[in-house]
């Protein structure tokens, strides 16, 4: 995959002003409860024109493509995963609805200040009761003859303490199907001010990237006009949908944390000896290390060819789940590792490494937490949107590493239902699981094996890559029996 001389500048402009000392002063005093909100950050990354990335150059964003934006987060987030998560939002959740469905007006009086870094936007999509089942949300908004009445309570939403506007999701229909009664509205946030009909909660006390404030919002009677309205009444789950596919990429990109895990371990590991040898040549440390590089280098290409699917105005969704689940499940599982490089020091904040577990933690729970990504993923598989290698190279009988028969196995497991909603989602949730290492391969075998994008990769050499995967795809295929699904039925069976 060939990138651009602005891609690269982009990069190293990012990596350069995030190495500066005044964000290290930043991360001190934003990243932990109760601190003031960062826009001392925000208007810092505004001044690179990374508040309006994607923001077109007609309202003063700097009308960049997807790539870039990834790219720019990626880089966030090897420094200060907090910081990122507010730009990440600003941009995506906040600025996309705006840009694809705004009106004129809308764009007219939002988009300047934001592609500016002066205000910030929040989604309010995520109720008390409805996460990953947004399409059963109870805020309503009761039509009248000169705008509507809100009610309803949100939850989980970022950047909400310092919000200008929200981007709001409410049923306008009750009698029709969950996702067809909903709509979307640009509530200006301002309007609390006057009567009290939005109040904000508390600001929720979180493991992590405190610097990205959330809080419940609450809509107590409110009163917005017609002209708040985002695309038509009715269309308000589409938008929902389509932004958070977009959203997925800027979250996917915070593998940047699994960089930043990389270059502390690397560099402890060279300045560290034990019984007289520097712990960058111990083999079980140098294994952690290749292993962040593996995480960092799939995640990144899954990453960059959803980016470049969604530039190219191509379907892109379902790359995007596949980067997201893969990016966040690696950290996941491979951040304790990483910590163990560093032995007790790890357990210390003076070490920053406790503020990469922390940020570590979200990736897999919000903007569709991994079982949603799952499903999505298997639903595009199963209806052939998600065209992947039919064999793959393990095993010397075709039959025996056939991605069809184990699509037909899915298929009898589900029963035409949907992943999510399944009642036999164990076997279904190890093959999605499966399926971005599917993906990485075929990618590496057209797009990026010719051209290697080095600059952004830690892999010299892709053929190792190759290997790795290969050496996956025997330990890691799915198999029913060695999922011990019944024996785990039973004890659950037992203590519940």
């Known amino acids: 995959m060939k990138f651009s001389d602005e891609h690269l500048i982009l990069r190293d402009t990012v990596r350069k002003r995030m190495a500066e000392q005044d ?113 059963n949300i109870a805020t309503f908004a009761e039509s009248l003859y000169d705008g509507y009445l809100i009610n309803g309570t949100k939850d989980f939403i970022t950047n909400a303490p310092a919000a200008s506007f929200f981007i709001l999701f409410a049923r306008t229909d009750k009698k029709a199907a969950p996702h067809k009664g909903i709509s979307a509205f640009v509530v200006p946030m301002n309007e609390r001010i006057a009567d009290k009909s939005i109040v904000l909660g508390k600001i929720h006390h979180k493991e992590g990237l405190h610097a990205a404030q959330m809080c419940e919002v609450a809509f107590k009677d409110h009163f917005t006009c017609h002209c708040a309205l985002l695309g038509k009444e009715g269309q308000g789950f589409g938008i929902a949908m389509q932004t958070l596919d977009h959203g997925r990429n800027w979250i996917a990109a915070q593998l940047g944390i699994i960089d930043g895990l990389f270059e502390k371990c690397k560099r402890h590991a060279e300045n560290r000896k034990t019984f007289g040898l520097s712990l960058i040549k111990r083999p079980a440390i140098r294994h952690v290390l290749a292993k962040l590089a593996f995480a960092s280098d799939v995640s990144k290409m899954l990453l960059f060819h959803s980016a470049k699917l969604e530039d190219e105005d191509k379907p892109f969704g379902h790359y995007a789940s596949l980067a997201k689940l893969f990016s966040s499940e690696e950290l996941a599982k491979i951040k304790g590792e990483a910590q163990s490089v560093y032995g007790g020091m790890g357990y210390l904040y003076e070490s920053d490494i406790p503020h990469f577990m922390t940020a570590g933690d979200a990736p897999p729970i919000y903007e569709g937490a991994s079982n949603v990504q799952r499903s999505v993923i298997l639903d595009a598989w199963i209806k052939r949107k998600l065209l992947l290698s039919a064999f793959i190279p393990f095993h010397d009988t075709p039959t025996e590493n056939s991605l069809e028969l184990l699509k037909q196995k899915v298929e009898r497991k589900l029963n035409g239902k949907k992943a999510l909603e399944s009642e036999s989602q164990v076997f279904a949730f190890a093959v999605a699981d499966f399926l971005p290492l599917v993906a990485a391969y075929d990618l590496l075998q057209n797009d990026f094996l010719k051209e290697w994008p080095g600059e952004f990769m830690h892999f010299k050499n892709p053929s190792h890559i190759l290997r790795i995967l290969e050496s996956k795809f025997r330990k890691e295929w799915p198999d029913q029996n060695k999922l011990d699904v019944p024996v785990w039925d039973s004890a659950a069976e037992d203590v519940l």
């Open 23 to 135: 964000i290290k002063e930043m991360i001190k005093k934003y990243e932990h409860h109760n601190a003031p909100f960062a826009w001392e950050f925000v208007r810092a990354m505004a001044e690179l024109g990374l508040t309006g990335i994607n923001i077109p150059e007609e309202y003063g964003g700097a009308g960049m493509d997807n790539r870039s934006g990834v790219i720019a987060i990626i880089e966030m987030s090897r420094v200060w995963p907090g910081g990122a998560l507010v730009l990440g939002v600003g941009n995506s959740l906040a600025g996309y609805p705006l840009i694809r469905f705004g009106s004129a007006a809308q764009k007219e009086k939002y988009l300047p200040d934001l592609a500016a870094g002066k205000i910030l936007g929040a989604f309010c999509l995520t109720e008390p009761g409805f996460g990953s089942d947004a399409a």
